[in-house]
């Protein structure tokens, strides 16, 4: 099972409630199924770049016009996600770990997402097939920690449904989520009971990934 964990937290893991919700996953995880092969992108140590104009040409121009060639700097613009998009590709499950900052993704992780959401490194889309992805993505996982709690559906919670939808969008529908609310001292007191019930969401969820079957559908079909 290859698993990509990218993690968008520039703070250590003891004073980080999503990165700690990472080592319980991870600890369970590869307790389990030590054969796991973890690739780690810190987004604090490869920086992704925002979105450029080149990297918008080169990655849209193909899907309208057949004839496109990319200038040298339309194809350097690639780069990062080229590299990102293959490890992505070669992943059974995605692993995100991040805090709520705004209500949102941290925008390195929105840059992240930018960068290797594009047509021709994760998915293909045409007017006759729609979108498809090209990666074998089983499950996204979710780790994520905020300061306030919120109810199922608030409307303030942009964080979940950005990334729930933008993975559907290219085909991955499972998603688990484990979220460490009410981290926040100053408005709730029971923050440490909060933590502590996420980790062991955390690790429960690991035993249901580690139970993931990676039988490609056609072979399961024969
Ligand atoms: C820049 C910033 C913005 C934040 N915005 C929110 C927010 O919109 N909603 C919320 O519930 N908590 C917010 N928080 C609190 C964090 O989500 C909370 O401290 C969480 O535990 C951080 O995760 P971590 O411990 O893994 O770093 C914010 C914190 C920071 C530093």
């Known amino acids: 099972m290859n698993v990509l964990h990218v993690c968008a937290n520039p703070k250590p893991t003891e004073e980080s409630v999503s990165k700690q919700l990472a080592s319980a996953f991870f600890g369970k995880l590869i307790e389990l199924k030590p054969e796991v092969e973890l690739v780690n992108v810190d987004l604090y140590d490869e920086k992704p770049p925002f979105y450029s104009y080149e990297l918008y040409k080169r990655v849209w121009n193909p899907v309208f016009d057949e004839s496109y060639e990319p200038s040298k700097v339309e194809e350097m613009a690639m780069n990062y996600a080229a590299k990102q ?3 992505f590709n070669e992943a059974d499950v995605l692993v995100l770990t991040m805090p709520m900052w705004n209500f949102s993704v941290p925008a390195i992780m929105k840059a992240w997402m930018d960068q290797i959401l594009s047509p021709g490194l994760t998915f293909s889309i045409s007017k006759e097939d729609g979108v498809k992805g090209l990666h074998k993505i089983k499950s996204v996982v ?4 905020s300061g306030g709690v919120y109810k199922e559906d ?4 942009a964080l979940t449904r950005q990334v729930r939808h933008s993975f559907d969008f290219i085909g991955i529908d499972d998603i688990e989520i484990v979220w460490a609310e009410g981290q926040s001292p100053l408005f709730f ?3 440490e009971e909060n933590k502590a019930m996420a980790i062991e969401a955390a690790a429960e969820i690991a035993e249901d990934i580690a139970e993931i079957d990676l039988t490609p559908a056609e072979v399961a079909a024969d």
């Open 189 to 191: 007191t029971n923050q």
């Open 154 to 157: 608030d409307d303030r919670d």
């Open 85 to 87: 998009a293959e490890a």
């Open 142 to 145: 979710l780790l994520v920690a």
